[in-house]
């Protein structure tokens, strides 16, 4: 027997274990997507109590033009959004000017019908710009199929909003913080856990 490779199992398992529980390791549910995606919409509508106003809109624009990018104005937020086709788009912002189109992954794989999404959009915002957006763990295996859509991971998404909260944390509900935060710790979590499910047997000592 391999005791090196049991120990540095055994490293491993602590070191992950040691990290403190998140509200959504404590509540049963970290890799629910609806779960993730209702706090993401409460986070993205400027008009809830959390303080930070358009910060989360602003760091996926940030992400979506690859520039910084100055948000305004009134801006709604949708969830669940039912097309003609009878699907349902996970989160959908919406100003006078833009609408973003955000299909949420966790673990499950890109199989919705996101051509059906951007054309109920686009026939209901004809005078818009309109983004589409698969927010990830780790980008799609094929990527031909996303269309108008561009893949944004939780890496580049929350790593904008870290660096905007710098500027707004004075302007934020300390009574929300910690649940954004532990959203981001939560998604760090997940995406470590789903490498080493994929490489674990790959290990070598």
Request: proline content about 3%.
């Amino acid at each position: 027997m391999d005791h090196s490779l049991l120990k540095r199992f055994a490293e491993i398992k602590n070191s992950l274990s040691e990290e403190r529980e998140t509200f959504f390791d404590i509540c049963g549910y970290p890799h629910y997507e609806n779960v993730v995606s209702n706090v993401l919409a409460f986070f993205f509508d400027p008009g809830k109590g959390h303080g930070l106003g358009t910060l989360c809109i602003e760091a996926i624009m940030q992400v979506l033009e690859s520039k910084t990018y100055g948000v305004d104005g009134f801006w709604e937020v949708e969830r669940e959004v039912r097309t003609d086709k009878g699907n349902y788009i996970d989160i959908v912002l919406r100003s006078d000017n833009t609408v973003i189109v955000i299909e949420n992954k966790i673990y499950a794989s890109v199989y919705n019908d996101l051509q059906d999404y951007i054309g109920f959009i686009q026939g209901k915002n004809q005078d818009k710009k309109i983004y589409g957006v698969v927010l990830c763990l780790q980008p799609p295996n094929h990527e031909g199929f996303i269309n108008e859509f561009k893949v944004v991971t939780y890496d580049e998404f929350f790593g904008r909003v870290r660096q905007l909260l710098g500027y707004s944390i004075e302007k934020a509900d300390s009574r929300y913080l910690p649940l954004l935060t532990d959203l981001m710790t939560n998604v760090r979590k997940l995406k470590v856990g789903t490498k080493m499910d994929s490489n674990f047997f790959k290990f070598e000592p």
